[in-house]
């Protein structure tokens, strides 16, 4: 069992399907699970019904108050909210580190063998040691969070001519300590405002492509942010990282079956970089 340390799923209207739940038991993992809802979800009472006293609760309009949401709507359907919320809960357990997860990830999984190479999927078997390595490695590091993999990490062939590497960037499985707290912001995109934002700041955030998670298509699995991508796309959604980050990020094309609008990052002129020393001047 790891010490000081839990999973929060972050999750909101749809308390029969946190497929997270169900995937940590299946891959392995036996420590803390606690269940973060808001004061604003009308199933609360399902969510206690089921999960009993691992459901926590926060206030989102409280919460709101304290943060820059990018715009002056009041559409709070958000994840923005618990992510800044889990960093007071966790005080008040007495926890110093956590890692945020959504609630519909379908599996966890290698993508890389005993030799470092990359592989396409080995499912993991026991998801406490691997949480138990990544947060070792968090500790040994300045950064402000880490995070595994999603499949898109992996487009155009597994983690770039199968050679893998860390990324400067950071979604979906933050692991985080009420050591380093931080901020999200912008209500929408908020993990990529916080990667880009933050990390042209210095800030260090991370992707560990050695392992990934799996999680069902956002707008077709009901609850959650599902609604209010819908209302806006991805268009409006991008450009809240656009307002944070305007010399490093704009709007174009992804795909080309089923072509959408999308952020896209100049990594050369969002973050600090260290220059090898094979460049030091003699």
Known sequence: MINNFCVFILTHGRPNNVVTYDSLKKFGYTGKVYIVIDNEDKTAKEYYKKFGKKVIMFDKLAISKELDEGDNFKDRRAIIYARNACFNIAKDLGIKYFIELDDDYTDFRYKADNNLNAIDRKPIKNLNNVFEILLNYYKSIPAISIAMAQGGDFFGGA????????????????????????????????????????????????TITNVAIQQKATQKNKGGMSGIYLDNGTYIKSFYTIIYSPSCTKIETMGSKHPRLHHSISWDNAVPKIISDNYKRK
Request: charge should be positive; aromatic fraction near 14%.
């Open 159 to 206: 983690a770039g001519n199968d050679t893998l590497i860390c990324k400067r960037k950071c979604m979906n499985t933050f692991i985080c300590s009420t050591a380093r707290p931080f901020k999200f912001f912008g209500r929408i995109n908020e993990d990529v405002n916080a990667y880009t934002n933050l990390g042209g700041r210095g800030f260090l955030f991370l």
